[in-house]
């Protein structure tokens, strides 16, 4: 029988090299989308990852934003290297497995399309809607964002239309904001990987990988899942026109160290009476 999977992955910053928000913020030249985030996430007004669907509904400067410049944003971001590759190989790795390859983001949802046109099928991709002003073309309300709980509700929808078991789902995101989906996921005894070295995220993924390659999520997939071992690995990679050149497995240890209360001869290594 064929076991199925579903890998969920987020969009800014573990697809993509930048935020949209940033990108967008450059499109319609504001040079303050950063310190308007932090005092949002100061305020603990938004759900984190939502920030930018915020300021477009209520902020001044984002008032103007159309969904034409949405699209136009989804052009300018610049996506991790294969991630066309990536969403290809998933097809392919083995004909016992099949993978099926959605993108979960609080990143508006006509930005994550443009971005990923011909890669990830637009019905694959849930981000944040809006509902526009027929007359004026401003966005009137959120329909739907994909941001923080959220997050769990979509993975669960489509989990449950594609039939697949909970411990059959794999999640990979990069910040504070895929915490609460990552922590679902591994409740439930499934992958979770970390992109990035956020010290939140990284203690809570069960594997973190960092490169700039979306090939790289494959490892702990091949590992994890398929059992493969590292000679198959890299010639899997091989067949694909790909050298993993450095492969460095790693563990960290992070130590608060504070002067001790005990007596020297104790500090010194004997042994107290």
């Not at 895929?178 to 922590?183: E, K, Q, S």
């Not at 993993?244 to 790693?250: A, G, V």
């Amino acid at each position: 029988m064929v076991k199925q999977f579903l890998l969920a992955s987020d969009f800014d910053q573990t697809l993509s090299f930048n935020d949209s928000g940033v990108v967008l913020s450059e499109l319609i030249g504001f040079s303050g989308f950063h310190d308007k985030v932090a005092g949002l996430s100061q305020m603990n007004l938004v759900q984190q990852g939502a920030e930018l669907s915020y300021l477009i509904l209520h902020d001044p400067e984002f008032r103007r934003v159309r969904r034409d410049d949405l699209i136009a944003t989804g052009k300018r971001i610049r996506l991790k290297h294969d991630v066309a590759l990536f969403a290809r190989a998933l097809d392919n790795l083995a004909d016992e497995y099949k993978f099926s390859f959605y993108v979960i983001s609080a990143a508006p949802q006509e930005i994550i399309q443009s971005a990923l046109e011909g890669i990830v099928p637009s019905d694959h991709i849930f981000g944040t809607r809006f509902r526009y002003n027929d007359a004026t073309g401003e966005v009137e309300s959120i329909i739907r964002a994909s941001a923080g709980w959220g997050k769990i509700t979509v993975l669960e929808e489509i989990r449950a239309m594609l039939g697949i078991s909970h411990d059959h789902i794999i999640y990979m995101g990069d910040g504070s904001s895929d915490l609460p989906v990552m922590m679902h996921v591994n409740h439930h005894d499934g992958l979770t990987i970390a992109v990035s070295e956020a010290k939140y995220i990284t203690k809570v993924a069960r594997r973190t990988v960092l490169s700039d390659n979306a090939m790289s999520v494959l490892v702990p997939v091949l590992e994890e899942l398929l059992r493969w071992d590292s000679v198959r690995i890299r010639r899997m990679f091989s067949s694909y026109g790909l050298t993993l050149r450095e492969w460095d497995k790693t563990r960290t240890d992070m130590l608060t160290i504070q002067e001790s209360a005990l007596p020297v001869s104790v500090a010194a290594g004997s042994q107290p009476h």
